[in-house]
């Protein structure tokens, strides 16, 4: 499907939120993410797509979930712009003694903070992008 463009009433589902519907977990996140995606309100970025096809054991599950991502609304999360302001957002956080964990999750929390883009997740990472930065998150 075509490149998405963020509009109002679509959500970013990070890693954490499509691992645990994958695997069955039965958190607040994965039933959200259904009900989103029986909407079509959810997009999938391109970084959040290569973080949970890269844990996938099976090859002909990787490649199923792979082609059901490319059904979905696509971003492209990373642009120099978006890449200079996630170090920003990064080197911000830690002068207040709060180091992230993953770059990408910077990346992810920067683009959606970019484009006021809510996010559904089940990472730590993201709760100090939201008290300190900004992000909007989905809440059970």
Known sequence: MPAASPSQGLVLPDASAWIDL?????TWQARRLRELLDLRLVVVGDLVAMEVLRGVRDDLRMRRLAKDFEKLPNVLLVEQGTALRAAHHYRYLR???????????????TYCIDHQLPLLHADRDFDAFRDHLGLIVVDA
């Open 95 to 109: 002068s207040l003694g709060i180091t992230v964990r993953s770059t990408v999750d910077c990346l992810i929390g």
């Open 22 to 26: 994958i695997e069955g977990n039965p």
